[in-house]
């Protein structure tokens, strides 16, 4: 098994692009979750998904949009990027709502 | 209000040495769950443990142990005998329960970056 993938691994921005992190499970887990860590501020929650088709907003959700169209994958759009979007994406999932959570390799993204 | 507190922002210690990292939580659910997770230089998040409120038995994997304490609201990791290879930055996490506005939310403490040299 892979675990939880994401795509790409890094990427450079300008002010005002858009993109989309992909993010792909091979557990079967019904719960995907986006997080950010930025230096001195931890991991922060973007946006969750409890299931396919469905999407929820964590701590920090403006400025994104998710989809959860497929049960394995769980996509994080930025419409229009911003220098405070400037940080490392780590996309999780976990079977259950109370099972740990395993995480992607992390994207780093920087918008100049 | 759920927190999580790891004091020690860095540690520094000599291999074989064994090292505690302090973790305390705030919470005022009966029912809740507390991860560790390791973060090498590489980047990515390694799941180390899981323990919920109900269990407080101390747990030892390998060179690893977890001494959970709820009168203290501490959840402290121990590595004995460290090793260069432990060198990471370990994250002390609290699970929000079901029903909250942000179901399945893990609360990270800041981490404690721990240095193994030879």
């Known amino acids: 098994n892979a675990g939880v993938t994401q795509t790409p691994k890094f990427r450079v921005l300008k002010t005002g692009q858009s993109m989309t992190l992909l993010c792909a499970q091979d557990m079967n887990h019904e719960y995907m979750y986006w997080y950010r860590q930025d230096p001195g501020m931890g991991l922060r929650l973007i946006h969750y998904s409890v299931g396919e088709g469905t999407t929820a907003k964590g701590e920090v959700p403006d400025g994104y ?13 930025l419409e229009s990027a911003a220098p405070s979007q400037t940080s490392v994406y ?23 | 209000a759920q927190k999580v507190t790891q004091a020690q922002t860095e540690i520094s ?3 074989k040495e064994d090292v505690t990292l302090d973790c305390v939580y705030e919470t005022r659910d009966t029912t809740y769950y507390l991860f560790w997770y390791k973060q090498p230089p590489s980047g990515e998040l390694v799941f180390l443990i899981r323990r919920n ?14 001494n959970f304490q709820k009168s203290t609201s501490s959840f402290n990791f121990t590595i004995t005998a460290s090793q ?25 403490g800041q981490g404690t970056t721990l240095q193994v040299k030879p």
């Open chain 1, 65 to 77: 949009n998710v989809s959860r169209l497929k049960k394995q994958n769980f996509l994080l759009g």
């Open chain 2, 53 to 66: 409120s109900f269990d407080e038995q101390n747990e030892i994997s390998g060179r690893y142990s977890w």
């Open chain 1, 90 to 112: 780590f996309c999780a999932s976990s079977y259950r709502r109370n099972n740990e959570q395993f995480f992607g390799p992390g994207t780093r993204l920087t918008v100049l």
């Open chain 2, 13 to 15: 210690v000599v291999e």
């Open chain 2, 84 to 108: 260069v290879v432990d060198s990471a930055v370990y994250f002390c996490a609290l699970r929000v329960p079901w029903g909250s506005s942000n179901t399945g939310k893990l609360i990270f």
